[in-house]
Nanobody
Framework: QVQLVESGGGVVQAGDSLRLSCAASGRSFSSYAMGWFRQAPGKEREFVAFINWGSSFTYVADNVKGRFTISRDNAKNTMYLQMNSLKPEDTAVYYC?????????????????WGQGTQVTVSS
């Protein structure tokens, strides 16, 4: 089992950058594939990015491609989401999640463990 805690959210202006962190505790962080999701008020939880256990494969959603970068440091048991050129439509609660199998999957139900979320608000 792994416990996840997100940090780094905040209130920023359009065009600014933020880096979110997801700190993991528990067993074998490096054996989990990881993902970032976000959920805006009144909307469903949305896939943002994925990274496999060894960082050899990453994938970001089309609507953030070129602006967001996912990475991880297994020695620090931490995953990151670098967000550049933020837009008001990026406003949401951002969640990190871990999954036991290595497959790229977009649905929240495919992920086994979740953090509590961190709020990102982008003003215009």
């Amino acid at each position: 089992q792994v416990q996840l805690v997100e940090s780094g959210g905040g209130v920023v202006q359009a065009g600014d950058s933020l880096r979110l962190s997801c700190a993991a505790s528990g067993r074998s962080f490096s054996s989990y594939a990881m993902g970032w999701f976000r959920q805006a008020p009144g909307k469903e939880r949305e896939f943002v990015a994925f990274i496999n256990w060894g960082s050899s494969f990453t994938y970001v959603a089309d609507n953030v491609k070129g602006r967001f970068t996912i990475s991880r440091d297994n020695a620090k048991n931490t995953m990151y989401l670098q967000m550049n050129s933020l837009k008001p439509e990026d406003t949401a609660v951002y969640y990190c999640a871990a999954k036991k199998n290595y497959l790229l999957q977009f649905g929240p139900s495919a992920y086994d463990y979740w953090g509590q979320g961190t709020q990102v608000t982008v003003s215009s």
